[in-house]
DNA sequence: AGTAGGTGCAAATACGCATTTGCGCAAATG
DNA sequence: CATTTGCGCAAATGCGTATTTGCACCTACT
């Protein structure tokens, strides 16, 4: 349908090469591949072609080496929202780092799948009954939000790809994820050994995987020390009202899920006349936000997670056995005091 | 060479649907796409495929569609730094979303070439003499650093791009860059409208197009202005020397190329009791950082100019003139006044 | 009745590349 | 000298889809 003059400037195919080169398509495309001594040519022929496609500025078409059942070292990165969102850019970007780092050292190219948003405005991997991420050799599935069937899907097809974060998918799925319940774990015990002994724990009601495994480790570290659990979805006045009675009566630190409570929190007792750390240690189990990273707490290693998920996906893509067992990491959590965690007061000793 | 595994039953293909359906491939795809009208397909042969298609689970092969399509869809987007950096992650990230909001309303994907990093280290656009972003359909080139010669080469493959930020390139290349000369102006007016009548000007060494055209506008704005002009390579400390001495003398703000030069003058002139913008307004002619958004001056509109750089590539592309001339854009900047440009002061007027 | 026009689809072709097969030639072998 | 072997490549084939072309068959009209 579209073929156009000579004059037009198309990109160079190997049979503009194999012309030039007066030898055939496929002799070029055993040379281009480096299948030269599989298909047993000449030194000379090779760099013939070698140097005319190299003048034509030749690229493989990346659809075409997929369809003629190749690979074109293509890895997708898909989001259900923006991969470049105006509001907390800084979600994605340390998994980014993490993904693009290794993409580098092996040598792919990434994809982001912009395209998926179909007629409706709603991305998705199957968009008006396509699947728009088949493009890549695999893809890496990233984000908040995901939508099971969609997953499943994909993986009935026996398309390659990993999550980041793990999801309750039915079946089993490739996935990267942190420690959260480990992390909680390790950040009571952090309070215990700084002295504290009496904590409050301000819960979050969210139904996602972190969520239950952050109130797991909280369950399984609350037996070490005096626990006061408080309503976490009440506003951050009421919080600092409950807070400051029992920072009154001996309590010295609060553990929050999300660091913006904990932030909200810190102002509110400091209307109170309440300071940090000094009266009270404030603690998060998620990543500070950007324009306040000094809140101590867990520190959720993205940068790792991204680049293990790309690992986990080429070795999928690499390993011949098609029974390859999914594989899963979970990656363990880094701990920041910052500026909120403090050992606690001597003149709260023995309050 | 890679026999699809034998346990997963394969995709279906248009073939199957044919086949179950009685019809031929071709007519499958008609419906497919809804072109059912333009090949004159009865409702009931339709219906029949549809449903077929549909408990077949059918999806299109997306490499297979763009093989047939002679485009692939792809947009490119090369930097010779990583293009998620960790450090300023904020110079890449408002372009990106720019790329990435057009793409998305243009239905293209986008590609990140991160294997374009050759035995050397180095990053390139060729890389071992091959050229590595001819995957995409058209390319953005992005960032501070640019190789003359690569731009050079590709446009003479007549490969289709855009640059972000002008260069000084032989030859015509179409880019988008910022209205610096006349954010300059603008910048200087804004003093004098503020009531500023002697300002002090550190420009900076650079031999970037942006340090250039900064410079141009000033020159041009100096004229209606008492403008004393001091080296930008000194020490932010002996910058804030010169500037005590000018202040005590009638100078009441200070332009500066640098966000950060404006920064660390502010710091240094707080050390010698001058208060900004009490004392003195300080303006820069660039971007803030992440750290510090709230310093005074221009504001790149870098969203915008990376929508625009994806528009103007989409214009080469979809354009079936060959000759279409090289498209540019300048767009203009924006001001701020921050926290550090204020109205000279009542008892300065007559300084 | 004979022809023109229309309709609904099959068939053919192309997209760019990977892979396999086969052919002509020359050297080696018996 | 007849025959095998090896070599270097051309040619053919397939991947899954989009698009164009062609062809029966049918209707309407003269």
Redesign the interface.
């Known amino acids: ?2 073929r156009k003059h000579g ?3 198309t ?1 160079p195919r190997q049979a503009d090469i194999a012309r030039l080169a007066g030898v055939s398509q496929g002799t070029v495309s055993l040379i281009i591949n480096g299948r030269a001594s599989t298909g047993r040519i000449l030194d000379e022929t090779r760099d013939r072609v070698l140097s005319v496609a ?1 003048e034509l ?8 080496r ?2 003629a ?2 690979r074109n ?2 890895i997708g990165i898909f989001t259900y929202e ?5 509001s907390h ?1 800084d979600f994605y ?1 340390p998994f ?2 993490g993904i ?1 780092e290794q ?2 050292r092996h ?9 998926a ?1 179909g007629t409706s405005g709603e991305r998705g991997i ?1 968009v008006d ?7 890549a050799d695999g893809a890496i599935i990233l984000g908040r939000e995901m939508r099971t069937e969609e997953i499943v ?1 994909l993986r009935n ?2 398309y390659p790809f990993t999550l980041v974060g793990r999801r309750d998918i039915p079946g089993e799925v490739p996935y990267v994820t942190a420690d959260y319940r480990r992390g909680t774990v390790d950040a009571f015990a952090e309070l215990a050994r700084l002295g504290h002994t009496h904590v409050a724990y301000v819960s979050s009601s969210d139904d996602t995987h972190p969520a239950h495994e952050r109130e797991a480790g909280y369950q399984e570290a609350a037996a070490a020390l005096t626990v006061v659990e408080l309503d976490g979805s009440q506003s951050a006045d009421g919080l600092a009202g409950s807070l400051a009675e029992l920072i009154a009566t001996g309590t010295s630190a609060v553990v929050t899920h999300y660091a913006e409570t904990a932030i909200e929190v810190e102002a509110a007792l400091a209307l109170r006349g309440i300071r940090v750390p000094d009266d009270v240690s404030i603690l998060a189990l998620n990543d500070p936000p ?1 324009d306040d990273p000094s809140i101590g707490g867990l520190r959720i290693p993205r940068r790792e997670m991204g680049a293990m998920a790309f690992d986990l996906l080429i070795d999928q893509l690499e390993s011949d056995d ?2 390859h067992a999914p594989i899963r990491r979970v990656l363990p959590t880094g701990f920041a005091a910052g500026r909120t965690v403090a050992p606690l007061p001597q003149h709260r000793r023995n309050a």
Chains 1, 2 share one sequence.
């Open positions: 349908m579209n004059t037009e400037s990109r190299h500025g030749y690229v493989p078409d990346p659809a075409a997929r369809l059942g190749g070292r293509l923006s991969v470049f969102p105006l850019h970007h980014l780092v693009e993409a580098e040598g792919y190219d990434l994809v982001l799948f912009t395209s948003t199957f009954g396509q699947n728009r991420i088949g493009l899907s097809e026996g950007d098609p029974e």
